[in-house]
Structure formats: C-alpha cells, structure tokens
C-alpha cells in the first residue's frame, strides 16, 4: 500500500505539467489564506509539502518540508532549498521529528492518510502550548466535480482516498489531544479572474448558507494542554481609571489575589476630579496583599491607558479591570482559572448572559452591544457574545506578540477591545467569553457617548471585516 503511493506521487510529480498549470490560482488562494494565519518568519513543518512551493511562500524563519514521494523531494531540493528551508522524504505515520515549530501544515494530505487519529497524536510531539496546526481538505460537495476534473484532464488521477467533512476532522482532531481555533471553508471560485473572484470568495462565499460550500475545508488548531498552575503564575490588574476618585479603595478592597502575586496598577486618564489625588494617596497607606502601581497616562483614550498600564506590568498574566467596577472583580479568578488551565488563550468577559442591575446598560447600549458582538463573531470566525466588556485577560507573553501582529493597523481603536481582539485572532488564539454579572455603577458617570463612540466602533468593525475576515484573498 505505502509503495504504491510513492509510485502514483512520484508518477504525479513527472507528470503534472498541464494540472498544475491549470490549477495555478487554486494554489495561490492556498498560499494567501494560509500567510494570512501564519506570520512570516516562524518556524513551519509541513507534511506533504511535495515540490515545497507553499513552504517556500510563507517566508518561515526554519522550514522543514517532509514529502513521501523522492521525486517531489528532490524536486523541492531543487527549487527551493537554502539554509532555512530543508526538504527530505519521509512518512508522517512512521517518521519521528524531534524539533517542534511554531506551526504544522498539512495541505490536502488527510485525505491519503491509512490512520489519520494517529497522525495528528504523533504530529503532537512537534508542538509547543503556541503552536498552530492548520489543515486544508476537499469539501465533500465538490467530490463529484473532481471527478469531471480528473476526466478532463484538469486534476491528475487520485488514488484511493478518505473522504472527511469538516466534522470528521474535527472529531479527529478532538480525539488526538487538539482543539479547534477556526474551521471555515473557502474559494467558492477557485481562479483569478478581476471582480467575479473578489465578489465570489470574499463576500459571496461568507453569506449564511453559501458559506459552506468552498472547495477547500480550512482548519486551524491548537494542542489542548494545562498551561501551568495557577500558583506558578503572577497576574497583573490593570484598572483605567478617569473620573473614578470613589471606586479606587473599593477597587484595592476587592481585587482578589491571582496567583502566586498579584499587581494593581492603576492609570489615571485626564481625570475632572480628584481621582489621580486619590490614586496616590490609596497607594501610600495600603496595606493589603497586593503590590501597588501607578501612573498618568499619557495621551488619550482607554487603549492608551491600558497599553501604558501592561508595559509596566511584571505579571505572567494580564489583565484589565475597568475603573467603574460594573464588571465585579471577584469575577477575575474564572478568567485567570481559564488562562492558566489552558481552556482559551484570550478571556473576554460577557456581560449578555445573567440578568444585569436595572441601571447597568441602557436599552441602545444593549443593542449597540448584540450588534457589535455578532458581527465581531463574523469577523473572527469564533463566538464571541460580548466584544465591549472591559474584562479582558491574556499572557504577557502573548500580548507583546500581539502588539507586534496589528502594527500594521496603525492607531485605529482609542478603546482597546478591537486592538485585543483582532490582534488574538491574527495570532489565533483560543478566544473563550467568561460570563461576568454587570452591576449598576455606585460613583460618577458613564464615560461612553452612545452615539459618537458608536460611529467610532462601527468603522472599526468595518475594518476588522476588511483587514482579518477578508484578509486571505487580499490581492499581494
């Protein structure tokens, strides 16, 4: 069985000329949506990786690149091997790699696999907790149409193969120790062609309904892993605060402790009252468990305070507790249980799930809330109930890498919760809603302007939709 697949890949790699010409705007979808997942100079194992094309592509820092045909192998040598990409032959069932990479490609290769379960329990050895899997397969509908293809001469003669929906993979995935980030399916029209593919493959193919029928399945995943013990981690509260000057010893009352230490530091934001007074003074004479921070912002906006705050965080894990105190702070060992036991990567708190104080939300505020929140789920291809609550949680760690990730953005969010969160779907990160109980404010006044930051957050949805949803098929 295994030779005769070397055989029929090694036949495809003599003989593929007029398919592969053919085929060219197919693979080069592959490549863009797949560089809109992985950054560049990272390092990237692919199985299957035949004449290395899409390896070379993602630009990696390290690649390996592991064919079980020769002819593609030496092939791939051929075209593409330098110093950091390496090319050899080998058998994802049978072959041990002892590295581990930032992320594993297997492109269209589940479909010639004798045990696929456990190809993905062994592919786990070459994973760390930040590792990303990402895997394309034939959306079942299309299979017919390979046919036609093959008859045609348009797509070369298949052997034997498994036929997976995106839920046989991601049982799979499941049973071998891997959790899903996103799954979509993609190229409803598979060829480069000025404004028909464009309408077709990102806007047409994301409608309810015409979504599922992409020719490719596209799955990214992560190890399911503890991350550590709550009790080896550190957490830093950050708590913007601007107009807060009664909310601030309630504050350091109620903070928990998070771990094996736990900082507040508090950023006081152009305050109208004596909030940055009181700041200072809270901090003099405290006495608690927890060390305490502070400083002035200095620009403007909630994102500025908060990306002043996490810079001078020490904590393993950070976190944003807002000012006002409307989403409790007892909350915050449910978001910090779920970071550390690797339940999600990114906590986002919901306040849309218990039933909220009377005067917590306005009714055009909840609105506001369900809408943005729905078309966030869309844009990031994960659920996400509630975008606006100022409960946030991520690892240091993976913050600083997020900063990085939406430097191109430029500064286009004075919130914060787009940056946070389209920043951890660039770096796909498991984002999970940690459902909090929103309280009527006891000091001061809302900061929100229901309708000129409702104009602000509606072109950052806009975008996000650009910049991530659509971001695969982006012309390069």
Known sequence: MLESKIKHFDWIAANDKKARRIQKSF???????????????????????????LLASLKPSIGLGIDLSPEMVRQAKQRHEMDQLTFRQGDILKDKIESVFDHIVLDYLTGYIDDIQACFESILENAHPRTRLHITSLNTPWRI?????EIMGWVMKQPPSNWLSTQ?????????????????????F?????????????????????????????????????????????CSVVVPAR?????????????????????????????KDNTWETIQKEA?????????KFARQPGKGKWDAVHQGFSMAEGDVLVIQDGDLTAP??????????????????????????????KAMRFLNLLGNKFFATTLSFILSQNIKDSLCGTKMILREDYHRLLKRIDEFGDFDPFGDFNLLFGSSLLNLKIRDIPVRYKDRLYGDTNISRFSHGWILLKMAWFGLRKIKLRGYADK
């Not at 863009?32 to 950054?39: D, G, H, N």
């Open 284 to 292: 003099k004479y405290y006495t608690g468990p927890h060390k305490v």
């Open 329 to 358: 702070p007892e909350d915050l060992p449910k978001f910090f249980e779920a970071i550390c036991s690797g339940k999600c990567e990114f906590a986002n708190g919901s306040r849309l799930v218990y039933p909220m104080e009377s």
């Open 190 to 234: 598979p060829f480069q062609m000025p404004f028909v593919a464009p309408i077709l493959n990102r806007f047409l193919a994301r409608l309810p309904l015409v979504r599922h029928f992409g020719i490719t399945i596209l799955i990214t995943a992560r190890p399911r892993r503890i991350l550590d013990k709550p009790e080896n981690l550190s």
């Open 168 to 188: 046989d993979l991601i049982n799979l995935l499941e049973l071998a120790g891997w959790e899903i980030v996103v799954s979509s399916s993609e190229q409803l």
């Open 27 to 53: 693979h080069l979808q592959i490549k863009r949506l797949l560089a809109a997942r992985i950054q560049e100079n990272m390092a990237i194992l692919e199985w299957g990786c035949g004449r290395g094309d």
């Open 243 to 271: 107009n807060e000057a009664g909310n601030i010893r309630p504050a350091l009352e109620r903070i928990p402790s998070l771990g094996k230490e736990t900082e507040v530091i508090f950023i006081e934001g152009n305050s």
């Open 145 to 149: 149409i390979l046919k036609l293809g």
